[in-house]
């Protein structure tokens, strides 16, 4: 793992977590970080992350303690519930159930606010030191101008996100201010209507009571 680690993004995962009583895995998502910890062992998204503000929410969890299942059962009995889960002597486990298990916790990393963060990690961190090193190893001898285009790919790659980033922001603020423009517009016309629907009320309530004291005038 040690070797690995500098190759990709690793997220350490325990199998069979119902194999464990909570206390029992707690001690030992513990160990498992201590031995990290001890040989430099590089985990995601504690290393490569650059959304820090998720990190700690997840680290909270790690090592991922899972249930894996294949069948649905029904949980509680008699509820007609059906959920992914294992069936014992003793009661049942729910893969999807956080109380569970961790499965939840892995699924929405990698799939929902993650991903980005790890196709951008693989490709700027792990994909770039690999290529860097084939290309230095393969060119022993040969000019320096060479080993330099490797840099300059990297520096384009990452100018090239930036401008898709500050790209993106722009058009964001465009429809912010779009919908916000338009917001404003809506409002303005009711006001208007508003306004103008007080006015004829008014007139109307004006024109009833001259009526009245035309009626009360009369002999």
């Known amino acids: 793992m040690q070797r ?35 040989h430099d062992i590089r985990v ?6 650059d959304e820090r503000e998720t990190v700690a ?3 909270k969890r790690m090592p991922f303690a899972v249930i894996g299942s294949d069948e649905f059962i029904e949980s509680p009995i008699g509820s007609g519930r059906k959920v992914r889960g294992r069936r014992y002597r ?17 699924r929405d990393m990698v799939i ?6 790890l196709i951008e990690s693989t490709h700027n961190i792990h ?21 330099q285009s ?11 996100q930036l401008n898709a980033k500050q790209e993106m922001q722009r058009r964001e603020e465009e429809l912010k ?15 208007e209507r508003e306004e103008s629907l007080n006015q004829k009320r008014a007139q109307i309530q004006a024109d009833i009571d001259s009526m009245r004291r035309a009626l009360a005038n009369e002999p």
């Open 112 to 117: 929902r606010t993650n991903l980005q963060d």
């Open 90 to 106: 003793w009661g049942a486990v729910e893969v999807e159930n956080p109380k569970h298990c961790d499965f939840v916790f892995l």
């Open 57 to 59: 929410e997840i680290e």
């Open 177 to 191: 201010e779009t919908f916000l423009a338009r917001i404003r517009g809506k409002e303005n016309e009711l006001r």
């Open 44 to 49: 995601y998204p504690t290393f490569h992350s």
């Open 127 to 147: 994909y770039a030191l690999f290529r860097s090193s084939k290309i230095r190893g393969s060119m022993v001898g040969r000019p320096e101008v060479l080993l």
């Open 150 to 160: 490797d840099e300059v790919y990297d520096q384009q790659v990452e100018g090239a």
């Open 4 to 38: 690995l680690c500098t190759k990709t993004n690793i997220i350490p995962v325990i199998g069979k977590a119902d194999a464990l009583m909570h206390d029992e895995m707690a001690a030992f998502k513990k160990l498992i970080l201590k031995d990290f910890q001890r």
